[in-house]
């Protein structure tokens, strides 16, 4: 019998394999924007090593590859082959061979203690059922004086769409409505820093920043619905049932005059102290060179 994470983590592979098609549209662009600034708010120095756990099509592992430059490396891995494809495209276009994308579990990264000058999670650290217990494993990957960043969604995720999509999948299939989202245990930035403390991460500081996606027309509400998770419950309807709730939504956007939806993200991040040896030699090293 399938263990629970495992079916977990196939319909994950499987939702954002079928989202793919629509992932990288504009209704989506919150993906590469978040991605970004998840970077941006790390240091990261030419020739770093980086890990990106989740790395979906490469909205932060581009811009990571672009920070640490060609004498570095970075890791991006995810369940989802179609999105790995898109992420390998993209740094071909723009010559960063140093960054590769691979098929790996989050929950079984076979990577050294300490290998990486930064570990990056965006939008991923959610889909396990101990998400401490995993950002506890990705603390292990982080050598010391490295960096730990997890990226999630804050309250109100793409409302009010998401309460318009919600009724209408009661409406036609009540039994794939749901009440919950993943992430809801780490909405606050009290309750993201008390599932770090809670992994022995310390020294974390938690960013919340308030954002929207705008919607340019309420065809690209659709859109996001199929380029996001939203994707897995549009693949257990029938295609008759697909078009109704197609229908309710753009109607329901059209109708309330909706031209944004809610993006509210928290950014976290914890650096790895140095233990006292390392201390020392890092101060040697600078007096040396000072000298």
């Given at each position: 019998?399938?263990?629970?994470?495992?079916?977990?983590?196939?319909?994950s592979a499987?939702?954002?394999n079928?989202?793919?098609?629509?992932?990288?549209?504009?209704?989506?662009?919150?993906?590469?924007?978040?991605?970004?600034?998840?970077?941006?708010?790390?240091?990261l120095?030419?020739?770093?090593?980086?890990l990106?756990?989740?790395?979906?099509?490469?909205?932060?592992?581009?811009?990571?590859?672009?920070?640490?430059?060609?004498?570095?490396?970075?890791?991006?891995?995810?369940?989802a082959?179609?999105?790995?494809?898109?992420?390998?495209?993209?740094a071909?276009?723009r010559?960063l061979?140093?960054?590769?994308?691979?098929?790996?579990?989050?929950?079984?990264?076979?990577f050294?203690?300490?290998s990486?000058?930064?570990?990056?999670?965006?939008f991923?650290?959610?889909?396990?059922?101990?998400?401490?217990?995993?950002?506890?494993?990705?603390?292990r990957?982080?050598?010391?004086?490295?960096?730990?960043a997890?990226?999630?969604?804050?309250?109100?995720?793409?409302?009010p769409?998401?309460?318009?999509w919600?009724?209408?999948?009661?409406?036609?299939?009540?039994?794939?409505?749901?009440?919950?989202?993943?992430w809801?245990?780490?909405?606050e930035?009290?309750?993201?820093?008390?599932?770090?403390?809670?992994?022995n991460i310390?020294?974390?500081l938690?960013?919340?920043?308030?954002?929207?996606?705008?919607?340019?027309?309420?065809?690209?509400?659709?859109?996001?619905?199929?380029?996001?998770?939203?994707?897995?419950?549009?693949?257990?309807?029938?295609?008759?049932?697909?078009?109704r709730?197609?229908e309710?939504?753009i109607?329901?956007?059209?109708e309330?005059a909706?031209?944004?939806?809610t993006?509210?993200?928290?950014?976290?991040?914890?650096?790895?102290?140095?233990c006292?040896?390392?201390?020392?030699?890092?101060?040697?090293?600078?007096?040396?060179?000072?000298?």
């Open positions: 019998m399938q263990n629970p994470y495992e079916a977990a983590r196939a319909r499987a939702t954002y079928a989202a793919a098609d629509h992932f990288d549209d504009a209704p989506l662009a919150f993906w590469d924007r978040y991605g970004r600034r998840t970077v941006e708010r790390i240091n120095k030419p020739g770093a090593r980086v990106d756990v989740g790395c979906g099509s490469g909205a932060s592992a581009i811009p990571a590859a672009e920070r640490v430059g060609s004498n570095g490396r970075v890791i991006g891995v995810d369940v082959d179609r999105l790995l494809d898109k992420a390998r495209t993209k071909r276009w010559g061979s140093h960054a590769t994308f691979c098929y790996g579990d989050m929950t079984s990264l076979a050294d203690d300490e990486f000058d930064a570990v990056v999670c965006v991923s650290i959610f889909f396990v059922p101990d998400i401490a217990r995993q950002a506890r494993a990705l603390w990957l982080v050598r010391p004086g490295g960096t730990l997890i990226t999630t969604w804050g309250r109100d995720f793409v409302e769409g998401a309460s318009i919600w009724q209408s999948i009661s409406d036609v299939r009540p039994d794939l409505a749901r009440s919950f989202n993943p809801d245990s780490i909405v930035p009290e309750t993201l820093l008390a599932m770090m403390n809670k992994a310390p020294g974390g938690v960013v919340a920043e308030d954002g929207h996606q705008r919607l340019g027309c309420s065809e690209d509400w659709w859109t996001l619905i199929l380029g996001a998770g939203f994707r897995w419950t549009v693949e257990q309807l029938s295609a008759d049932d697909v078009e709730v197609k309710a939504n109607r329901a956007i059209r309330r909706i031209d944004k939806v993006t509210n993200v928290l950014y976290a991040t914890a650096i790895k102290p140095l006292h040896a390392e201390k020392f030699r890092r101060s040697s090293a600078v007096t040396a060179g000072s000298g």
